[in-house]
């Protein structure tokens, strides 16, 4: 087995994506960002990938030639604060299609492209279904190759972006037992100006930086231990690249995923993209190499996702459901006792008692669902 077919193997075996983390970290849907932060002391560890191929032929001789485009990632991310939470996201294997690369003859990059995220969110009004949040993102250039076909634009240049987030949950007091509404809009700024995408010297370098608008919303519905999702993520340049750029056109695509979740420290993911709209091919190829066939677009009609997370820390969630929920409830319940005995000067009593029954609803619906555990463990002991 050659050493490509080993990689996407073992990506195929150990990494299938999570329940609730993108690819750059942190509670939310495929690609979709929660405007939720992972709670301070949280370690998270993502591996997963997206990947496309298909089987066509030449125009003229009609010869059998495959594209693929395999992508492999991680990420590690921690929550630093009640509303703060770190990302590190290393591309590790990325297909360029062309030479170039440092991996498989030149085909790919091994490494590629590292992401680093901070993220602030949790930002919520106390009882209200809505939350809000944002996140600064860089992206290391660390990868052999840039100006990848078939991925969106990337121009070997430090990038940085912003994305505003908000989330709607359905029950705020339990957000993980109802369905939720995520929306984020992001600008990215490509840093590119002067930046040669060919190498050559007679071809045109971007004389402005071309920024990127990326806006995603999505939908997630979760049961029991299963949970679906819709997104609709498009991008559009608002400041072009050079010509020589391999995604430079408007794209949209509806992406549907499936999540698992076997226990409380590990999630398994399944989706697929299917794109919906794009412009016509806006690329020149008279100083890079040009597509197999004319006829195929820079952005691929599918891609596929697989993906796992495993929460790392804290130790404690490696315990039973109940057991946590027992936890949980005794804690909130000494939390609600310590509330109604003490007296604030910072806050009205309008104040004090909304927060009281806010406390004593999160109680209620925890023991609830404690309570339906227990009566699921009975029947299976009957």
Same mark, same amino acid.
């Given at each position: 087995?050659?050493?490509?077919?080993?990689?996407?193997?073992?990506?195929?075996?150990?990494?299938?994506?999570?329940?609730?983390?993108?690819?750059?970290?942190?509670?939310?849907?495929?690609?979709?960002?929660?405007?939720?932060?992972?709670?301070?002391?949280?370690?998270?560890?993502?591996?997963?990938?997206?990947?496309?191929?298909?089987?066509?032929?030449?125009?003229?001789?009609?010869?059998?030639?495959?594209?693929?485009?395999?992508?492999?990632?991680?990420?590690?991310?921690?929550?630093?604060?009640?509303?703060?939470?770190?990302?590190?996201?290393?591309?590790?294997?990325?297909?360029?299609?062309?030479?170039?690369?440092?991996?498989?003859?030149?085909?790919?990059?091994?490494?590629?492209?590292?992401?680093?995220?901070?993220?602030?969110?949790?930002?919520?009004?106390?009882?209200?279904?809505?939350?809000?949040?944002?996140?600064?993102? @860089?992206? *290391? =250039?660390?990868?052999?190759?840039?100006?990848?076909? #078939?991925?969106? !634009?990337?121009? $070997?240049?430090?990038?940085?972006?912003?994305?505003?987030?908000?989330?709607?949950?359905?029950?705020?007091?339990?957000?993980?037992?109802?369905?939720?509404?995520?929306?984020?809009?992001?600008?990215?700024?490509?840093?590119?100006?002067?930046?040669?995408?060919?190498?050559?010297?007679?071809?045109?370098?971007?004389?402005?930086?071309?920024?990127?608008?990326?806006?995603?919303?999505?939908?997630?519905?979760?049961?029991?231990?299963?949970?679906?999702?819709?997104?609709?993520?498009?991008?559009?340049? @608002?400041? *072009? =690249?050079?010509?020589?750029?391999?995604?430079?056109? #408007?794209?949209? !695509?509806?992406? $549907?995923?499936?999540?698992?979740?076997?226990?409380?420290?590990?999630?398994?993911?399944?989706?697929?993209?299917?794109?919906?709209?794009?412009?016509?091919?806006?690329?020149?190829?008279?100083?890079?190499?040009?597509?197999?066939?004319?006829?195929?677009?820079?952005?691929?009609?599918?891609?596929?996702?697989?993906?796992?997370?495993?929460?790392?820390?804290?130790?404690?969630?490696?315990?039973?459901?109940?057991?946590?929920?027992?936890?949980?409830?005794?804690?909130?319940?000494?939390?609600?006792?310590?509330?109604?005995?003490?007296?604030?000067?910072?806050?009205?009593?309008?104040?004090?008692?909304?927060?009281?029954?806010?406390?004593?609803?999160?109680?209620?619906?925890?023991?609830?669902?404690?309570?339906?555990?227990?009566?699921?463990?009975?029947?299976?002991?009957?």
């Amino acid at each position: 087995m050659n050493k490509r077919a080993v990689l996407i193997f073992l990506c195929m075996v150990f990494t299938m994506r999570l329940w609730g983390t993108t690819p750059l970290g942190g509670p939310g849907l495929i690609y979709v960002h929660s405007a939720q932060v992972l709670p301070r002391g949280y370690l998270e560890l993502y591996s997963g990938t997206r990947y496309f191929g298909k089987i066509a032929s030449f125009e003229s001789n009609q010869r059998a030639y495959t594209l693929w485009d395999v992508q492999i990632l991680m990420s590690l991310n921690y929550g630093i604060g009640r509303h703060l939470s770190l990302g590190l996201s290393p591309v590790l294997y990325q297909d360029v299609n062309r030479n170039g690369g440092n991996f498989w003859k030149g085909k790919a990059n091994l490494p590629d492209d590292i992401y680093l995220s901070l993220k602030a969110g949790s930002y919520s009004k106390m009882e209200s279904p809505f939350m809000f949040g944002g996140m600064v993102t @860089l992206r *290391l =250039p660390t990868a052999k190759q840039h100006n990848i076909i #078939y991925e969106p !634009y990337s121009a $070997g240049k430090l990038e940085f972006g912003l994305t505003a987030l908000a989330t709607y949950f359905q029950k705020p007091a339990v957000p993980e037992m109802g369905w939720s509404i995520y929306v984020n809009a992001g600008l990215v700024n490509h840093n590119d100006v002067g930046k040669s995408l060919s190498g050559r010297a007679e071809d045109a370098t971007a004389q402005s930086w071309s920024t990127e608008l990326v806006l995603s919303d999505g939908f997630l519905y979760p049961m029991e231990t299963f949970a679906f999702s819709l997104e609709l993520n498009t991008r559009y340049f @608002l400041s *072009l =690249p050079p010509e020589s750029a391999y995604s430079r056109e #408007y794209v949209s !695509y509806l992406t $549907g995923g499936v999540y698992y979740m076997p226990n409380r420290w590990l999630s398994l993911e399944m989706g697929i993209d299917l794109r919906l709209l794009s412009q016509a091919d806006m690329t020149s190829y008279e100083y890079i190499q040009p597509p197999p066939t004319v006829a195929f677009p820079n952005y691929p009609t599918w891609r596929g996702v697989l993906g796992a997370r495993w929460s790392l820390l804290p130790r404690t969630l490696y315990k039973s459901e109940d057991a946590l929920l027992k936890q949980k409830a005794k804690d909130r319940k000494a939390i609600l006792e310590k509330m109604m005995d003490q007296e604030t000067n910072t806050e009205t009593a309008e104040q004090e008692l909304t927060r009281i029954q806010a406390e004593r609803k999160k109680v209620e619906e925890e023991l609830e669902r404690l309570r339906k555990l227990l009566d699921a463990e009975k029947q299976k002991e009957k």
